[in-house]
């Protein structure tokens, strides 16, 4: 399996292909991770790519692997990906 791409190796590629510095281009990405994290409550869609969205889990019961004791799991808020569909498509091919 090929390894994920860094921060350093993303800023260069968008600096190389937009004619812009990889300082300019690191700011772009900080940026843009500072707005996600800013709206994600609110749902933050990166278009073509996907979309932050907050939800809310309700509470259950799951069990301790090594004891077997049933416990009760409390709800919670999470936040989830949901890939876009050009995404879907674009890397997996269409059906």
């Known amino acids: 399996m090929a390894k994920a791409l860094t921060k350093s190796q993303i ?3 968008i600096a190389e292909s937009v004619g812009i510095t990889k300082k300019q281009a690191i700011a772009t990405l900080e940026s843009i991770t500072g707005l996600a994290y800013k709206h994600a409550k609110n749902s933050f869609t990166l278009p073509g790519l996907g ?5 809310n ?3 259950r019961q799951g069990r301790n692997p090594a004891t077997g004791e049933v416990i009760q799991i409390p709800a919670k808020k999470v936040v989830k990906f949901r890939v ?7 890397i997996l091919g269409k059906k």
């Open 11 to 13: 800023a260069a590629s």
């Open 51 to 55: 979309k932050l969205v907050l939800v």
């Open 57 to 59: 889990r309700k509470a």
């Open 84 to 90: 876009a569909k050009a995404a879907k498509d674009s």
